[in-house]
Nanobody, 114 residues
Framework: QLQASGGGLVEAGESLRLSCVSS????????LSWYREAPGKQRELVAS????????NYADSVKGRFAISRDNSQNTVYLQMDSLKPEDTGVYYC?????????WGQGTLVTVSS
């Protein structure tokens, strides 16, 4: 239902843009989010955007470097990641909440070398 892509191997300081394409219309979603799971750590929320008021929230570790956005016409959620650091390494998952259901993407691996 959600297909994430855009991960890869980059050097510190470089950028990546992750995409998450939904088979369902995202304009009806309540919250759109990106999570990541670093090696040996629990999955954590990286960024989210509320459909109700458009408010974006970011983990403190990515504020000022990452930006979440949406394109309802393409049913796609993006995560622009700039100034990447080795500690950003992990598998990134998109998540979409609708009123009565939730979907997770399959994950896309981001590796940042120092």
């Amino acid at each position: 239902q959600l297909q994430a892509s855009g991960g890869g191997l980059v050097e510190a300081g470089e950028s990546l843009r992750l995409s998450c394409v939904s088979s369902k219309m995202i304009f009806r979603a309540t919250v759109l989010s990106w999570y990541r799971e670093a090696p040996g750590k629990q999955r954590e929320l990286v960024a989210s955007i509320s459909s109700h008021d458009g408010v974006r929230n970011y983990a403190d570790s990515v504020k000022g470097r990452f930006a979440i956005s949406r394109d309802n016409s393409q049913n796609t959620v993006y995560l622009q990641m700039d100034s990447l650091k080795p500690e950003d390494t992990g598998v990134y998952y998109c998540k979409v909440d609708w009123w009565k259901s939730t979907a997770w993407g399959q994950g896309t691996l981001v590796t940042v070398s120092s």
